[in-house]
């Protein structure tokens, strides 16, 4: 390993080109399928770049010859980020913001691990932060080198967090602010979760944090503190303080928030079984529910489960609007496994005000029927169209929706699952529908995809950058004065001066 250290060229004894030809042409098995690489030649030299790439290929990597689109990660050395975006610049590539551009430390990393290693901020020679709200024009495809947004709306967040030890902290630490209605705080984690969130590496030293927005210096001790201790001592004080635990435990209740906790805390509660056993306290059906079926709901639903509520919406809805359109919206669009509910968004082109107004009636009357509801609450809608969208980043839309508990019978549900032992075949759901005239489908569908803090950070981004108003119905330009209309998703980012964003890269 001491040529690939040192940078001392290749293999010592000189073998014939003849070898080396016939070497090179030996089909190497890839074991990494989704690594594509690319060794830049520049400054690193024909024959050390002819040895790493056969090393590489060696290991079970895939590495090109020539640059293409194929590609996703770029080694270089002697390089700095800007000397190899410069040199991406005139190859002629159809989309190079997703590619990772790395120094072959990386390389040697993965080659001592014999599999590819995750990038960490001190391998990559640019900090990327792809989605410029102004792409220069004719410059798309190429990204400018400039920080990561503070927006979380310009930040591309798959599920795959490469930075839970501090997420999860600080998840805790903004739920422990909201229990105590605590705003400032509250936003302050839960932006520090959402850009970690973002990133494509993990956090492993401070220094790795440098150039990272929304990371206040509260925040950072904090993170020095895992990386040193491997815990925080907030975080832990959160997890064992009572009334945390309590509220914790109240919400988990569908129907009961921050004011009931609160109530129930006073009096002294701190067991739902005592709660529920008490004569003196009076609860509203939606508890009623919620403790009914409390250890349903709290279990989460799968996405199998997702699967056959939505074949069982489709069925209900088109029974009585033959061309809805219907999605499925909330965590399960933005590729997540398992979730609190299921949130299914419906209209369609043809929709009179009379179907609007009564199709959910007809499906909840339909289900009842078929003892199939546990529980709903129907909120007509409170929506006027010519009113300016509201300025408040939480803002609740005013369609008419219906929050109900379904009961989803195992038969229902695709792939074998055990039986539960006291003969019980169906399990309660959280359901969400919204219904929605079809003039607003896309900022529907854009506000009840998520995530919240996805949502919040699009507002935010739209009013403080753009003097323009967001909400779930529509979007009013200050300036012009204007309502900009919409078809779909994209053409709302596209007002916005923002790049398309995926479902699947909004789980901020
Ligand atoms: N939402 C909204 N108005 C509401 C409730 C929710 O606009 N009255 C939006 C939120 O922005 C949220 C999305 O609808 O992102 C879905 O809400 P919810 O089901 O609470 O969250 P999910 O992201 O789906 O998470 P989970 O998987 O836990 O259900
Ligand atoms: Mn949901
Ligand atoms: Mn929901």
Redesign the pocket.
């Known amino acids: 390993m001491d040529s690939l250290q040192t940078g001392h060229l290749g293999p010592r004894k000189k073998r014939s080109r003849q070898t080396d030809a016939a070497r090179a042409s030996i089909p190497q098995e890839v074991k990494f399928q989704d690594l594509v690489l690319f060794i830049l030649e520049k400054k690193m030299g024909s024959t050390r770049r002819a040895f790493l790439m056969e090393l590489a290929r060696r290991k079970g990597f895939r590495v090109e010859n020539e640059l293409s689109d194929s590609v996703t990660h770029i080694v270089a050395e002697n390089n700095s980020g800007s000397d190899v975006l410069e040199w991406l610049q005139v190859q002629k590539l159809k989309d190079s913001a997703q590619l990772e551009l790395l120094d072959v430390s990386w390389l040697i990393e993965c080659m001592r691990a014999g599999r590819p290693v995750a990038a960490t901020g001190k391998h990559q020679l640019v900090m990327r932060e792809d989605y410029s709200a102004n792409p220069s024009p004719g410059s798309q495809a190429i990204p400018a080198v400039h920080k990561i947004s503070q927006y979380a709306c310009q930040r591309r967040t798959t599920l795959n967090n490469h930075n839970h030890i501090f997420t999860d902290a600080f998840e805790i630490l903004a739920e422990n602010y909201e229990f105590k209605e605590n705003e400032g705080c509250y936003v302050t984690y839960m932006r520090a979760a959402s850009v970690l969130k973002s990133l494509p590496f993990t956090i492993v030293s401070m220094k790795d944090t440098e150039g990272i927005p929304c990371l206040e210096d509260k925040v950072k001790s904090i993170m020095e503190e895992i990386i040193e201790e491997g815990e925080s001592s907030e975080v832990k004080a959160v997890l064992s303080d009572e009334r945390y635990q309590c509220f914790k435990l109240f919400t988990s209740v569908f129907g009961v928030g921050l004011k009931t906790s609160e109530k129930w805390f006073r009096m002294g509660f701190r067991s739902l079984s005592k709660i529920r056993l008490d004569k003196s306290l009076k609860f509203t059906q939606m508890q009623k529910a919620g403790f009914r079926y409390y250890e349903d709901i709290v279990s989460?639903?799968t996405r199998a489960e997702a699967e056959a509520v939505d074949v069982l919406v489709n069925e209900a809805v088109r029974a009585f609007l033959p061309d809805a359109f219907i999605t499925m919206?909330?965590?399960?669009?933005?590729g997540?496994k398992?979730?609190?509910?299921?949130?299914f968004l419906i209209t369609s082109p043809e929709l009179t005000e009379e179907d609007e107004q009564q199709l959910l009636h007809k499906v909840i009357n339909l289900w009842e029927k078929k003892g199939l509801l546990l529980y709903h609450d129907l909120v007509e809608s409170t929506f006027e169209k010519l009113k300016q969208p509201s300025r408040k980043v939480d803002?609740?839309?005013h369609f008419q929706?219906c929050f109900l508990i379904f009961k989803l019978y195992h038969e229902r549900v695709g792939g074998d699952r055990c039986r539960q032992p006291e003969g019980k075949d169906w399990k309660a759901i959280?359901v969400?529908l919204?219904m929605c005239p079809y003039e607003c489908h896309a900022f529907?569908l854009l506000?009840?995809?998520?995530?919240?803090q996805?949502?919040?950070d699009l507002r935010r981004y739209a009013s403080h950058e753009r003097k323009m108003i967001l909400d779930?119905h529509a979007l009013y330009d200050k300036t012009k004065r204007v309502f900009l209309q919409a078809e779909n998703e994209e053409e709302i980012f596209a007002h916005l001066g923002l790049d398309y964003i995926e479902p699947w890269e909004r789980n901020a």
């Open positions: 989460c639903v919206t909330g965590g399960f669009r933005r997540k398992m979730g609190h509910d299921v949130d803002a609740l839309d929706k959280r969400d919204v529907a506000g009840w995809t998520g995530s919240r996805f949502e919040r779930n």
